[in-house]
T-cell receptor
Framework: QKEVEQNSGPLSVPEGAIASLNCTYS??????FFWYRQYSGKSPELIMF????GDKEDGRFTAQLNKASQYVSLLIRDSQPSDSATYLC??????????FGKGTRLSVIA | EAGVTQFPSHSVIEKGQTVTLRCDPI?????LYWYRRVMGKEIKFLLH????????ESGMPNNRFLAERTGGTYSTLKVQPAELEDSGVYFC????????????FGSGTRLTVV
């Protein structure tokens, strides 16, 4: 069973700070990595994906991938209270569907 | 573009009854997935359709669950007979084919078996 591990949190950060969310995965063959955001009672929403080692930036979000360490992270700069949600890391492997982590609950305190 | 549509949004049924969930994927998305989230647990994969064919149903918990995708369009997931442990939120997602396409999720069906 391929695994995706996340710290469930809650992770609390003050408004304006950087939130750092981490994810490790077990399948060394994984090639693409996805971050979803899920507000309470809502469906997961894709916010970032990354394929290559290094950083990928999109607005206030930066995904970081280190395949050697089997580690992917999501940084949220200038965190806002509206960023408060559960962030899910998801990893496919070859043709198999996405495997989700349990998610990290982020709370941004105004 | 219409998103992934699921209904009903909520369903409360008694143990032993039958429930059918429906998912309409985004038009043109060959891939359709069913996932389930039980309270406090991670979102778990149930099965994957490519068009009308079941590509992977390794996540289906048991033979009380039956999924169909006739004609490769919408899909249904039937639970018969429902048990208490089937309660949770059932998500459907669809995607284009190919490496790296993220899934678009529907809003989910919250199933409560009492």
């Amino acid at each position: 069973q391929k695994e995706v591990e996340q710290n469930s949190g809650p992770l609390s950060v003050p408004e304006g700070a950087i939130a750092s969310l981490n994810c490790t995965y077990s399948d060394r063959g994984s090639q693409s990595f996805f971050w979803y955001r899920q507000y309470s009672g809502k469906s997961p929403e894709l916010i970032m994906f990354i394929y290559s080692n290094g950083d990928k930036e999109d607005g206030r979000f930066t995904a970081q991938l280190n395949k050697a360490s089997q580690y992917v992270s999501l940084l949220i700069r200038d965190s806002q209270p509206s960023d408060s949600a559960t962030y899910l890391c998801a990893v496919p492997s070859g043709n198999t569907p996405l495997v989700f982590g349990k998610g990290t609950r982020l709370s941004v305190i105004a | 573009e219409a998103g992934v549509t699921q209904f009903p949004s909520h369903s409360v049924i008694e143990k032993g009854q039958t429930v059918t969930l429906r998912c309409d994927p985004i038009s043109g998305h060959d891939n359709l997935y069913w996932y389930r989230r039980v309270m406090g647990k991670e979102i778990k994969f149930l099965l994957h359709f490519v068009k009308e064919s079941k590509q992977d149903e390794s996540g289906m918990p048991n033979n009380r669950f039956l999924a169909e995708r006739t004609g490769g369009t919408y899909s249904t997931l039937k639970v018969q007979p429902a048990e208490l442990e089937d309660s949770g939120v059932y998500f459907c997602a669809s995607s284009l084919s190919g490496q790296g396409y993220g899934y678009t999720f529907g809003s989910g069906t919250r199933l409560t078996v009492v």
